[in-house]
Protein backbone atom coordinates (compact mmCIF):
# COMPACT_ATOMS: atom_id res chain seq x y z
CA UNK A 1 0.00 0.00 0.00
CA UNK A 2 3.16 1.89 0.72
CA UNK A 3 3.95 1.86 -2.75
CA UNK A 4 0.62 2.78 -4.52
CA UNK A 5 0.33 5.67 -2.35
CA UNK A 6 3.66 6.85 -3.67
CA UNK A 7 2.98 6.67 -6.80
CA UNK A 8 -0.78 8.64 -6.92
CA UNK A 9 1.14 11.32 -4.66
CA UNK A 10 3.50 11.83 -6.77
CA UNK A 11 0.56 12.15 -9.43
CA UNK A 12 2.69 9.85 -12.11
CA UNK A 13 1.03 9.65 -14.59
CA UNK A 14 1.70 10.33 -18.29
CA UNK A 15 -0.48 12.88 -20.06
CA UNK A 16 -1.41 13.12 -23.63
CA UNK A 17 1.16 15.69 -25.67
CA UNK A 18 -0.81 15.80 -28.59
CA UNK A 19 -2.23 18.21 -31.93
CA UNK A 20 -4.37 21.53 -31.61
CA UNK A 21 -7.00 19.53 -32.02
CA UNK A 22 -6.52 17.26 -28.54
CA UNK A 23 -6.30 20.51 -26.90
CA UNK A 24 -9.46 21.70 -28.25
CA UNK A 25 -11.06 18.20 -26.90
CA UNK A 26 -10.52 18.81 -23.49
CA UNK A 27 -11.27 22.31 -23.22
CA UNK A 28 -14.53 23.74 -21.45
CA UNK A 29 -16.09 22.56 -17.86
CA UNK A 30 -14.67 19.78 -16.39
CA UNK A 31 -18.34 18.27 -16.38
CA UNK A 32 -18.19 18.19 -20.08
CA UNK A 33 -14.70 16.67 -20.99
CA UNK A 34 -14.46 13.50 -23.04
CA UNK A 35 -13.30 11.12 -20.19
CA UNK A 36 -16.12 12.40 -17.73
CA UNK A 37 -18.73 11.70 -20.27
CA UNK A 38 -17.06 8.39 -21.56
CA UNK A 39 -16.80 7.18 -17.86
CA UNK A 40 -20.69 8.19 -17.63
CA UNK A 41 -21.86 6.58 -20.18
CA UNK A 42 -20.00 3.02 -19.18
CA UNK A 43 -20.24 3.10 -15.08
CA UNK A 44 -24.13 4.95 -15.24
CA UNK A 45 -25.47 3.69 -18.97
CA UNK A 46 -26.25 7.54 -19.00
CA UNK A 47 -24.58 11.31 -18.49
CA UNK A 48 -26.29 12.74 -15.95
CA UNK A 49 -26.79 17.14 -16.28
CA UNK A 50 -23.45 18.82 -15.71
CA UNK A 51 -24.80 20.03 -12.35
CA UNK A 52 -24.80 16.13 -10.56
CA UNK A 53 -22.30 14.03 -12.97
CA UNK A 54 -19.38 14.53 -10.75
CA UNK A 55 -21.72 13.35 -7.80
CA UNK A 56 -22.90 10.48 -9.72
CA UNK A 57 -19.79 9.07 -10.98
CA UNK A 58 -17.94 9.26 -7.32
CA UNK A 59 -21.00 7.67 -5.83
CA UNK A 60 -20.56 4.84 -8.60
CA UNK A 61 -16.93 4.65 -7.81
CA UNK A 62 -17.73 4.13 -4.17
CA UNK A 63 -20.25 1.64 -5.10
CA UNK A 64 -17.91 -0.49 -6.54
CA UNK A 65 -15.73 -0.39 -3.80
CA UNK A 66 -18.69 -1.80 -1.69
CA UNK A 67 -19.32 -4.00 -4.65
CA UNK A 68 -16.01 -5.79 -4.07
CA UNK A 69 -15.95 -5.99 -0.61
CA UNK A 70 -18.87 -8.16 -0.67
CA UNK A 71 -17.73 -10.01 -3.66
CA UNK A 72 -14.51 -10.43 -1.66
CA UNK A 73 -16.68 -12.65 1.35
CA UNK A 74 -18.97 -14.00 -1.28
CA UNK A 75 -17.01 -15.26 -4.42
CA UNK A 76 -19.17 -14.88 -6.17
CA UNK A 77 -18.49 -13.33 -9.74
CA UNK A 78 -21.93 -13.74 -11.23
CA UNK A 79 -23.52 -12.02 -8.64
CA UNK A 80 -21.24 -9.06 -9.11
CA UNK A 81 -22.07 -8.80 -12.82
CA UNK A 82 -25.42 -8.96 -12.29
CA UNK A 83 -25.05 -6.32 -10.43
CA UNK A 84 -22.45 -4.11 -12.36
CA UNK A 85 -22.60 -5.16 -15.86
CA UNK A 86 -19.29 -6.40 -15.92
CA UNK A 87 -17.19 -9.38 -14.43
CA UNK A 88 -14.72 -8.34 -11.22
CA UNK A 89 -11.70 -7.98 -13.40
CA UNK A 90 -13.35 -5.96 -16.47
CA UNK A 91 -14.92 -3.68 -13.21
CA UNK A 92 -11.68 -3.16 -11.74
CA UNK A 93 -9.78 -2.32 -14.96
CA UNK A 94 -12.56 0.07 -16.11
CA UNK A 95 -12.42 1.99 -12.73
CA UNK A 96 -8.75 2.24 -12.86
CA UNK A 97 -8.83 3.21 -16.87
CA UNK A 98 -11.90 5.51 -16.40
CA UNK A 99 -10.17 7.81 -13.33
CA UNK A 100 -6.73 7.68 -15.36
CA UNK A 101 -8.40 9.20 -18.26
CA UNK A 102 -9.94 11.59 -15.85
CA UNK A 103 -6.90 12.34 -13.92
CA UNK A 104 -4.84 12.67 -17.36
CA UNK A 105 -7.68 15.29 -19.02
CA UNK A 106 -7.88 17.30 -15.52
CA UNK A 107 -4.04 18.06 -15.62
CA UNK A 108 -2.82 21.21 -16.50
CA UNK A 109 -0.22 22.74 -18.63
CA UNK A 110 2.46 22.95 -15.55
CA UNK A 111 2.11 19.12 -15.83
CA UNK A 112 2.49 18.86 -19.08
CA UNK A 113 -1.23 19.00 -19.57
CA UNK A 114 -4.20 21.26 -21.59
CA UNK A 115 -6.20 22.84 -18.80
CA UNK A 116 -5.14 26.27 -18.10
CA UNK A 117 -4.93 28.79 -15.16
CA UNK A 118 -8.79 29.75 -15.46
CA UNK A 119 -10.03 26.38 -15.75
CA UNK A 120 -8.35 25.57 -12.17
CA UNK A 121 -11.51 26.67 -9.62
CA UNK A 122 -14.09 24.76 -11.52
CA UNK A 123 -12.19 21.81 -12.03
CA UNK A 124 -10.92 21.68 -8.37
CA UNK A 125 -14.89 21.59 -6.98
CA UNK A 126 -15.28 18.98 -9.59
CA UNK A 127 -12.97 17.20 -7.88
CA UNK A 128 -14.01 17.85 -4.24
CA UNK A 129 -17.92 16.64 -5.91
CA UNK A 130 -16.37 13.57 -7.00
CA UNK A 131 -14.05 13.04 -3.86
CA UNK A 132 -16.91 13.49 -1.92
CA UNK A 133 -19.89 11.38 -3.34
CA UNK A 134 -16.89 8.45 -3.43
CA UNK A 135 -16.06 8.49 -0.29
CA UNK A 136 -19.91 8.85 0.98
CA UNK A 137 -20.60 6.28 -0.69
CA UNK A 138 -17.38 3.57 0.49
CA UNK A 139 -17.92 4.52 3.73
CA UNK A 140 -21.07 6.12 4.71
CA UNK A 141 -20.39 5.12 8.89
CA UNK A 142 -17.21 6.80 9.38
CA UNK A 143 -16.82 10.55 10.77
CA UNK A 144 -16.11 13.26 8.38
CA UNK A 145 -12.37 12.74 9.61
CA UNK A 146 -11.91 9.79 8.65
CA UNK A 147 -13.48 10.39 5.50
CA UNK A 148 -11.55 13.22 4.47
CA UNK A 149 -8.20 10.88 5.39
CA UNK A 150 -9.37 8.42 3.55
CA UNK A 151 -9.86 10.32 0.42
CA UNK A 152 -8.29 13.97 0.35
CA UNK A 153 -4.58 14.29 -0.86
CA UNK A 154 -1.58 14.21 1.84
CA UNK A 155 -0.97 17.85 0.92
CA UNK A 156 -4.18 18.78 2.49
CA UNK A 157 -4.42 16.26 5.24
CA UNK A 158 -1.00 18.38 6.29
CA UNK A 159 -2.85 21.62 6.55
CA UNK A 160 -3.94 23.39 9.73
CA UNK A 161 -7.48 23.28 11.01
CA UNK A 162 -8.13 19.89 9.36
CA UNK A 163 -10.84 19.00 11.37
CA UNK A 164 -12.42 21.51 10.14
CA UNK A 165 -11.64 21.09 6.40
CA UNK A 166 -13.05 17.66 7.12
CA UNK A 167 -16.48 19.07 7.84
CA UNK A 168 -16.87 21.54 5.26
CA UNK A 169 -15.88 18.71 2.80
CA UNK A 170 -18.95 16.62 4.88
CA UNK A 171 -21.32 19.28 4.60
CA UNK A 172 -20.60 19.98 0.86
CA UNK A 173 -19.28 23.24 1.11
CA UNK A 174 -16.99 22.98 -1.70
CA UNK A 175 -16.68 26.18 -2.62
CA UNK A 176 -15.40 27.33 0.23
CA UNK A 177 -13.35 24.03 0.36
CA UNK A 178 -11.85 24.70 -2.75
CA UNK A 179 -10.68 28.41 -1.84
CA UNK A 180 -9.39 26.71 1.57
CA UNK A 181 -7.54 23.50 0.12
CA UNK A 182 -6.35 25.53 -3.32
CA UNK A 183 -2.56 26.63 -2.14
CA UNK A 184 -1.94 23.39 -0.56
CA UNK A 185 -2.67 21.15 -3.95
CA UNK A 186 0.22 21.17 -6.38
CA UNK A 187 0.43 22.64 -9.66
CA UNK A 188 -1.24 19.13 -10.88
CA UNK A 189 -4.81 20.66 -8.85
CA UNK A 190 -7.89 18.65 -9.46
CA UNK A 191 -5.49 15.66 -11.41
CA UNK A 192 -4.16 15.50 -7.63
CA UNK A 193 -7.84 14.71 -6.22
CA UNK A 194 -8.71 12.55 -9.14
CA UNK A 195 -5.54 10.91 -8.23
CA UNK A 196 -6.79 10.85 -4.23
CA UNK A 197 -9.82 8.76 -5.46
CA UNK A 198 -8.07 6.58 -7.66
CA UNK A 199 -5.50 5.71 -4.42
CA UNK A 200 -8.98 5.26 -2.45
CA UNK A 201 -10.49 2.66 -4.36
CA UNK A 202 -7.25 0.51 -5.10
CA UNK A 203 -6.20 -0.08 -1.81
CA UNK A 204 -10.06 -1.54 -1.20
CA UNK A 205 -10.04 -3.54 -3.74
CA UNK A 206 -9.28 -7.99 -2.94
CA UNK A 207 -7.28 -10.76 -3.66
CA UNK A 208 -10.01 -13.26 -4.63
CA UNK A 209 -8.96 -16.78 -5.48
CA UNK A 210 -5.33 -15.80 -6.76
CA UNK A 211 -6.55 -12.90 -8.60
CA UNK A 212 -5.22 -9.15 -7.10
CA UNK A 213 -7.92 -7.17 -8.08
CA UNK A 214 -5.55 -3.77 -7.10
CA UNK A 215 -3.39 -5.20 -10.31
CA UNK A 216 -6.34 -5.29 -12.82
CA UNK A 217 -7.18 -1.61 -11.77
CA UNK A 218 -3.84 -0.37 -12.15
CA UNK A 219 -3.78 -2.26 -15.67
CA UNK A 220 -6.58 0.14 -16.50
CA UNK A 221 -5.31 3.35 -15.05
CA UNK A 222 -1.65 2.83 -16.15
CA UNK A 223 -3.52 2.44 -19.99
CA UNK A 224 -5.99 5.53 -19.39
CA UNK A 225 -3.45 7.57 -18.20
CA UNK A 226 -1.25 7.18 -21.03
Do not use: C, H, K, W
Amino acid sequence: MVLSALIFGAIAVAVRSGTEEDDDEISGPAEQLPAVVSAAQELLDTVPPESTIAAELGRAYGEAVVGFDEFAESGDDLAFAEEFDRLPDAEARLLGRSLGEMQSQLSPTEVDGARGADDRSGDIRFGLQLSRAAIQAMDPDATARQQALAILPFSVQDLTGFDEIADMLAAGDLQALEARIDEALSDAGAAELVSSVANANSQRLPVVDDVDYSTEFFSGYDAGGS
